[in-house]
């Protein structure tokens, strides 16, 4: 056989931009000359005022495209009336963000840059040290929220206070052009990244259909949909794979061509992309608690592998769409367009509507008579919160955890009041909170046994399903899982929160321990005293169901 000629294929051959840019400014960017070559000279000034603007701009707008996607579930006639809620919840959530003082979301995220830097450009420094002094300025000084914690010892940590480090990827390509992606990825999307070594046996269409039917139900609802779903199948590495996961889930790769080649080009298979979006539609999950539009659509991607591996990635970007492209060129910098304006794709008739069947439960009660109360009422029973809640989540749990292990028990404001898995984004001056909305319950799992055989935890509010270790536990306790809509979080800061204060370890920063004072706190009752779980009802389609 004779050894084919030397060919480089470029593994993300992207063709296009149809990317609405802005222009942010010409400062900071010139044309020179070297070796008779035009050299962009960029001032690394510019890189941190850039990735300063991009992070703030994505933390309050989303794009036009994703908000028409989202509008687009009020419209069809196979919505359920728990998507239409949703989406209708979460376009609200966006105009009160776009306002430019709550974040749309309170997990702010961690900071994500992807970079391509022409060969033609010239900055003198180190990049990734000026483009993390621009996350640093956006993050001190905007309401968003600190979420990176650095390791001082093997098991201790503590929260660096600037949620720095970023992610910061920058590759070298030709010309004279910067071109930029930058990413908010909240916890609750990034843990929903799967990563599975498959072999060619998965590699035709009925065993492909069978994995996708199979792994979606690992998405659960905690990463917030409707999602942007994503599957890469293929990679040189394993990392290979899931950084194109990453992308595919922004719709960077969209102008992938459509058709592979002998030299290991991606593509995009448009055919399959129409497949999953059918497949994840039928599961039944839907946005957060039943109904059709568990995903708004779908990426499948294609690449090259090693013989013996089958890398495949399963991932999503969740209704907080913080995905911002940006580039700097001899024109100036520039900075995709976001929607400003989310407020026009809410009907205006259905900006007045009230759901007379909602239950209003009175929280300033001993917690046997609210459990008395919520005990009257099935799962998918939709009720409104006033009164008291304690927020602990993660670390609080865990120093909870140690007081029950020395024999001290669980202090009274975890038995007295019902508990909000969450943390807060700084509170904006004059406001009550900042952005603070639910965070993932299924990461508190294994402490709701102990903690209601203590007699805490009887009632929890948090986003996303629940393993069968909870509704055991609350059959046998008589306790509560109450889910709140994960995504909107600047629309409960400003219409349901009246009051914030730490209660204990503010150490911990925003996974302190904190009371809250509510008013007509949206929920469902999704586990009841009986044993039922509302995601049950969706069919076998969530981990634990069957």
């Keep these: 056989m004779a050894t084919p000629p030397f060919v480089y294929q470029e593994p993300l051959p992207l063709s296009g931009d149809d990317t609405e840019y ?62 239409r809620y949703v989406a209708l919840t979460l376009l609200k959530n966006a105009e009160i963000a776009a306002e430019g003082i709550l974040p749309m979301c ?3 995220g961690t900071a994500a840059i992807f970079g391509k830097k022409g060969g033609q450009v010239w900055t003198g420094a180190n990049d990734a040290e000026w483009l993390s002094r621009g996350v640093y300025e956006c993050f001190t000084r905007e309401n968003l929220r600190y979420s990176q914690v650095s390791a001082t010892d093997m098991w201790n940590e503590v929260n660096t206070g600037t949620n720095l480090p970023a992610q ?13 992606l930058f990413v908010s990825k909240g916890g609750g999307s990034a843990n929903k990244m799967y990563f599975f070594q498959e072999t060619k046996a998965v590699l035709n269409p009925k065993s492909f259909a069978q994995f996708i039917e199979s792994k979606l139900p690992l998405l659960g609802t905690s990463a917030c949909p409707p999602y942007h779903l994503a599957f890469v199948v293929g990679g040189t590495s394993s990392e290979a794979c899931m950084k194109t996961l990453k992308l595919a889930s922004t719709r960077y790769l969209d102008s992938l061509p459509t058709t592979g080649n002998e030299h290991g080009r991606a593509f995009r298979d448009l055919e399959w992309e129409g497949k999953v979006l059918d497949i994840a539609r039928k599961t039944g999950i839907g946005a957060q608690f039943g109904g059709k539009y568990f995903a708004l659509d779908a990426r499948v991607i294609r690449l090259p592998r090693h013989g013996a591996s089958c890398p495949i990635g399963m991932g999503v970007s969740c209704s907080a769409d913080r995905n911002i492209k940006a580039k700097i060129t001899r ?38 008579e609210i459990l008395a109360e919520l ?65 993932t319950a299924g990461r508190m799992d294994s402490y709701v046994d102990l903690f209601q055989s203590q007699g805490g935890s009887m009632i929890m509010l948090a986003k996303g399903n629940r393993g069968p270790q909870v509704t055991a536990a609350c059959k046998k306790h008589g306790g509560f899982y109450l889910g709140s809509i994960g995504g909107p979080a600047a629309i409960l800061a400003k219409e349901n929160i009246r009051k914030v204060e730490v209660l204990e370890y503010p150490e911990l920063g925003m996974e302190a321990v904190w009371k809250i004072e509510v008013q007509d706190f949206p929920a469902f009752v999704l586990v009841d005293d009986k044993g039922n779980d509302f995601f049950a009802n969706c069919g076998a389609c969530l981990p634990g169901k069957s």
């Design 22 to 83: 802005r222009l942010l400014s010409k400062e900071g960017v010139s044309v020179g000359n070297f070796e008779g070559a035009d050299i962009l000279k960029v001032e690394p000034s510019a890189l941190s005022f850039l990735a300063q603007t991009a992070f703030r701009d994505s933390a309050f707008m989303l794009r036009t495209k994703h908000l028409k996607q989202v509008a687009a579930i009020l419209d069809d006639p196979e919505s359920s009336a728990n998507d």
């Design 106 to 108: 309170q997990d702010t």
């Design 168 to 180: 910061i990827d920058l590759l070298a390509t030709k010309g004279e052009a910067y071109e930029f």
């Design 331 to 368: 024109d100036g910098i520039f900075l995709e367009k976001l929607e400003a304006d989310p407020g026009r794709f809410i009907p205006a008739e259905q900006r007045a509507i009230k759901d007379a069947r909602i239950v209003k439960i009175d929280l300033k009660r001993p917690m046997k």
């Design 375 to 439: 005990s009257r009422y099935p799962v998918t029973t939709r009720v409104s919160l006033t009164g008291t809640l304690v927020v602990a989540r993660d670390a609080a749990h865990a120093k909870l955890k140690e007081r029950i292990d020395a024999g001290k028990g669980l202090p009274d404001y975890i038995k007295d009041h019902p508990v909000y898995y969450a943390g807060p984004a700084k509170t904006p001056k004059g406001y009550a909170s900042g952005s603070f909305g639910p965070t």
